[in-house]
């Protein structure tokens, strides 16, 4: 199982944690980047939603994006296992979860900030 984590919208790359240890790694991709500011958008679109009509359209469009970003991270930073993707950028980011529909969003608390 490893997790990739992306601090600061990952422009100066972030680690890899794995049961081995801490590996950091290079700047993404800065198409990669913006795919995954866009799931972070729509996961907090469908979170602010709440339960009608727009969060069931917003599903398949969230796993499609999931799916293409979790492939992308495989190849480039090899078997994520279990793990998954924390990305965070301006204050607002997403856990991507490799193993499911997981998709939890993350904002910036005043205590953080």
């Known amino acids: 199982m490893a997790y990739v984590v992306l601090f600061g919208g990952g422009d100066a ?4 944690l794995t049961e081995h240890g801490v590996k950091p790694i290079p700047p993404w991709k800065p198409f990669w980047l913006a795919e995954l500011r866009a799931l972070s958008a729509l996961v907090a679109a469908r979170v602010a939603s709440g339960r009608g009509k727009l969060r069931r359209d917003l599903d398949p469009q969230i796993e499609k994006l999931n799916g293409a970003v979790l492939e992308a991270a ?6 994520l296992g279990n793990g998954g993707i924390l990305f965070e950028a301006d204050g607002d980011g997403v856990y ?9 969003p993350i ?3 005043a205590a953080a900030a």
């Open 107 to 109: 904002h910036r608390t």
């Open 74 to 79: 495989t190849h480039d930073f090899g078997s």
């Open 13 to 16: 790359g972030g680690v890899i």
């Open 96 to 104: 991507c979860g490799s193993t499911g529909p997981v998709h939890i």
